[in-house]
């Protein structure tokens, strides 16, 4: 998966989850659950993004005769259409939905089941994001700002990465793009 999209660690580990968030939704999960171990926000939020990568499998099978092609867990190349899903995915947590549905057709060729993918990409990109993992380059991180402000460089359009506290998610926080404060 380093070949994938992703050059920078932080981004390669991002890409690990989506393929592996994917591929369990499809296969189940391999593992046993411990019971001393708590669930990450990322992980409880899982159930949920399998099921809409479920719902959009069922219904592009249905309307078009195929769906998504997605190895079982632990396979190490990953499929074109895996691929395909990251870089939507990447663009989903950019907030640019033209490229989203520039990455969408191929996969769902069918207009109705295209919708239904849609919302399990962004679904997925939301969650990566809200939990601090983003595929594109890096956020800056906040106290960098005043450094920029003292410098006249005008902040509007960088991506921040908030601190965000252990008991209140970023999306809860703020903007579920860069998790800027409300």
Do not use: Y
């Amino acid at each position: 998966m380093d070949t994938i999209l992703m050059d920078a660690p932080i981004a390669e580990d991002a890409a690990r989850r989506v393929i592996g968030a994917v591929r369990h939704a499809f296969h189940g999960w391999r593992r046993c659950a411990s019971p001393r171990r708590s669930a990450t926000p990322w992980e409880s939020e899982l159930p949920g993004i399998a099921t809409l990568f479920r719902a959009a499998q069922d219904a592009m099978v249905e309307l078009q005769g195929t769906g998504l092609i997605v190895p079982c867990p632990g396979t190490v190349a990953a499929t074109k259409h895996e691929r395909r899903l990251l870089r939507a995915t990447a663009a989903a947590q950019d907030a640019d939905d033209a490229l989203v549905d520039n990455f969408l057709p191929r996969l769902a060729p069918h207009p109705c089941a295209r919708p239904v993918l849609a919302r399990a990409v962004t679904s997925l990109a939301g969650s990566l994001s809200g939990c601090g993992h983003w595929l594109s380059e890096t956020p800056f991180p906040a106290p960098t700002l005043r450094l920029l402000r003292l410098r006249g460089i005008d902040p509007a359009g960088l991506r921040v990465a908030w601190p965000a506290s252990h008991e209140v998610s970023t999306r809860q926080a703020g903007d579920s793009r860069c998790g800027a404060p409300a």
